[in-house]
Nanobody
Framework: QVELVESGGGLVQAGGSLRLSCGVS????????MGWFRHAPGKGREFVAAITWSTGSTATAPSVKGRFIISRDNALHTVYLQMNSLKPEDTAVYYCAATERGWTDAPSEYNSWGQGTQVTVSS
């Protein structure tokens, strides 16, 4: 497992932007896939986006496609989630996660998780 620390959450008005960061540390290897998930009150944990360390291939959920962009900086061991055109329904705790089990959007397949960062979008 690796240690993950998220930052960058906060309160923003609808239409605004935020950038989340996830620092990766604890072991020398790079996890195969990094993902962002979110958890809103009364809902299950939802896949948002994922990226592979090696190739930078990405995938985003339909609900955020065209608004959110995932990227990584291998040298800094950091993954980012740029969130644009934010909507009130994007309000949630956002989690960074890592897996060595290959490409997946299933939360159960990720074995390392950060502590989460709150994103609140006001209307």
């Amino acid at each position: 497992q690796v240690e993950l620390v998220e930052s960058g959450g906060g309160l923003v008005q609808a239409g605004g932007s935020l950038r989340l960061s996830c620092g990766v540390s604890g072991r020398t290897f790079s996890p195969y896939v990094m993902g962002w998930f979110r958890h809103a009150p009364g809902k299950g944990r939802e896949f948002v986006a994922a990226i592979t360390w090696s190739t930078g291939s990405t995938a985003t959920a339909p609900s955020v496609k065209g608004r959110f962009i995932i990227s990584r900086d291998n040298a800094l061991h950091t993954v980012y989630l740029q969130m644009n055109s934010l909507k009130p329904e994007d309000t949630a705790v956002y989690y960074c996660a890592a897996t060595e089990r290959g490409w997946t959007d299933a939360p159960s397949e990720y074995n390392s998780w950060g502590q989460g960062t709150q994103v609140t979008v006001s209307s």
